[in-house]
């Protein structure tokens, strides 16, 4: 079973950080990710461009971004592949996006069958 | 007017077990007492702040829930089966009004139905947060990580179970009290649990289960004083409570060793000290006074500057023989590792099965700090590097990553 775990999280928070700290993120980020790929789950993941590069395409007019207010954005993304929800929900804590920000667990939708 | 809104949240929150143990047992049906309870909760709401609170707010509760009981039982025509049950109820309720005498505290029941062999495993522990602490199923499957419409599906479930299969709103027979009283412990135990891992980030929500539990555990001990474990068990859950603020530095892990004494609460230490005292009275020897005696055994190291290392190796080892789990066997290489045995502490978390292990957050961390201990850099770096990558909070993530950067430079 496939899941889309969505981080979300106040990307100014990122801008704010010193060199050190964000060296320190992105390595709990690459230890999450090697733990994925070594219980087997890991097919992809990345961290998204700020959202002020964002586009939105609506009935045909294209509209720069942002466009949320919230101060908490889409970040970055891990498509994981594990037995069922509870697993996808126990991958979704240790995500380090949860302790700073939110994590979403959507299922995907599986039409090739 | 917002007093009696008050009094009525508050009766809530102090008295909902009571409420709902007291009305379950009378109709054998406990999702008709919720609802009952709920809408005498509601008509509560809308009348007290008009005419004032009543004397006794739970009498009333308890007066207008019966009412929809036997008005449901009316429209169901069930009738003849729980009326008179009900009509006893009503009667002992119009008498708790008159003399203000406290209601009979039937909660245990209510946990051991929750706990009955009946009811799967997994849905003991929530089933008693909503029924005796009335918490509703979004927190309680936000605590367990299921969602929360998942979560609300498995209670409904448990309870169509309990009137379906007649589940008998009696304690078990004492005879039959070793294993029900073990489920009830066991899902006290698993809500503690479930509150102590998350102390701080995003599940701060979480944190206040760890206090209903200790409620809970303190409930089942005064009702089933000789049982040993029940004791065991509110000792273990109070020590690791004592410390609660103490395991935080700003934002910071620190571990048993390095915590500032002052944060420890000495009066929860004292309390867990005088309950593995009367556990040990009971004389029935059990995984739970064993771990709360692993506590005492630290505490008192750090308290009284007793070296207790040895001690706890040896708890350590009882409670393996006695109730082998994963947890046990990590923290038993933690001990060995901590009595300077290395090697000993590398081997126990050798034996273990490679699928207990491989995403066991706590085999990850105790396999690095050991592996560091015997130089073995390189081993140690991929070991610190998995103990972060299945870490859950933030603190845990930068203790570790401070320790993996203390290796230095190693070739990978």
């Known amino acids: ?113 | 007017m917002n007093d009696a809104r008050a009094i009525a949240e508050e009766t809530a929150r102090a008295s909902y077990g009571r409420l709902l143990a007291w009305l379950s047992s009378r109709s054998n049906d406990v999702a008709a007492a919720e609802d009952a309870l709920a809408d005498a909760f509601r008509a509560a709401l809308e009348t007290w702040p008009e005419r004032g609170a009543p004397n006794s707010p739970e009498a009333w509760l308890l007066t207008a829930a019966r009412r929809k009981l036997i008005d449901g039982s009316r429209r169901k025509n069930t009738y003849k089966d729980s009326i008179p049950a009900l009509t006893l109820a009503a009667e002992e309720a119009e008498i708790a009004m008159r003399d203000e005498a406290p209601f009979p505290d039937e909660r245990l029941k209510l946990l051991f139905i929750c706990a009955h062999p009946a009811i799967d495993a997994g849905v003991r522990t929530p089933l008693m947060l909503q029924t005796v602490l009335g918490l509703d199923a979004a927190r309680i499957a936000s605590a367990f990580l299921v969602s929360p419409a998942a979560m609300s599906g498995r209670l409904v479930r448990a309870k169509r179970k309990i009137k379906a299969a007649a589940i008998p709103f009696e304690p078990p027979e004492p005879q039959a009290w070793g294993p029900r009283i073990g489920a009830v412990l066991e899902a006290i135990y698993a809500a503690y649990g479930a509150g102590w891992d998350e102390i701080d980030g995003s599940a701060n929500a979480n944190a206040n289960l760890t206090g209903e539990a200790i409620f809970l555990a303190r409930l089942t001990a005064n009702l089933i004083p000789d049982q040993g474990e029940t004791w065991g068990l509110l000792s273990l859950m109070l020590h690791a409570e004592a410390r609660r603020d103490a395991r935080r530095k700003d934002g910071a892990y620190m571990p048993l060793g390095e915590q500032d004494l002052a944060l420890w609460n000495q009066a929860m230490i004292d309390e867990a000290e005088a309950a593995l005292a009367r556990a040990w009275k009971c004389g029935q020897v059990g995984a739970y006074q064993i771990e709360a005696a692993i506590q005492s055994a630290h505490v008192a190291a750090r308290l009284k500057g007793h070296d207790t290392t040895v001690d706890i190796v040896l708890l350590y080892e009882k409670l393996n023989a006695l109730a082998p789990t994963a947890g046990a066997a990590v923290g038993y290489a933690g001990a060995l590792a901590a009595a300077g045995r290395f090697e000993d502490g590398f081997k126990v978390l050798d034996a273990m099965h490679p699928e207990q292990t491989k995403n066991y957050q706590a085999w990850w961390a105790v396999r690095a700090h050991i592996l560091n201990k015997l130089e073995r850099k390189n081993e140690a770096k991929i070991a610190y590097d998995r103990a972060i990558g299945l870490a859950e909070d933030e603190a845990t993530r930068r203790f570790l990553a401070a320790k993996r950067a203390a290796l230095g430079k190693v070739r990978s």
């Not at chain 1, 002020?52 to 101060?71: H, I, Y």
């Open chain 1, 1 to 113: 079973m496939n899941y889309l775990l969505l981080l979300y999280q106040d990307e100014n928070l990122w801008e704010k950080k010193s060199e050190d700290e964000k060296a320190e993120t992105m390595g709990a980020y690459f230890s999450y990710a090697d733990a994925l790929r070594e219980a087997g789950a890991h097919i992809d993941g990345a961290p998204l461009e700020h959202s002020s590069t964002s586009k939105r395409v609506r009935t045909n007019r294209v509209q720069d971004g942002p466009f949320a207010d919230a101060k908490e954005q889409l970040g970055g993304y891990f498509l994981i592949d594990v037995d069922n929800l509870d697993s996808a929900l126990e991958w979704a804590a240790r995500c380090p996006c949860a302790s700073t920000g939110h994590v979403e667990v959507r299922p995907v939708w599986n039409i090739g069958g």
